[in-house]
């Protein structure tokens, strides 16, 4: 659950960075997907950890950033 806390608090920053709510960002990842999401729908699946990586994607695109994977 830790985790899943800390993912919402960082997702809250960067939502903050570009002054969009999470009704916003909801709207915009309904917009893009074809698919209903709330602000419920989103925090639920982030505290159940069911989010998927595509959502994660979608989410990264619209505030304007991209996922990259680096090796250690």
Same mark, same amino acid.
Not at 15 to 18: D, E, G, H, K, P
Not at 60 to 64: P, Y
């Given at each position: 659950m830790e985790i899943n806390t800390d993912i919402k608090t960082k997702l809250k920053i960067l939502?903050?960075?570009?002054q969009m709510?999470?009704?916003d960002l909801a709207? %915009?990842?309904s917009e893009a997907t074809g698919?209903?999401?709330s602000r419920h729908k989103i925090? !639920?699946?982030?505290? %159940?950890?069911?989010?998927s990586f595509t959502?994660?994607?979608i989410i990264?695109?619209?505030? !304007?950033y991209k996922i990259e994977f680096i090796e250690e």
């Open positions: 939502m903050a960075l570009r709510s999470m009704q709207g %915009r990842m698919k209903p999401y925090y !639920g699946k982030i505290k %159940r950890d069911t989010i959502e994660v994607e990264a695109k619209i505030l !304007g």
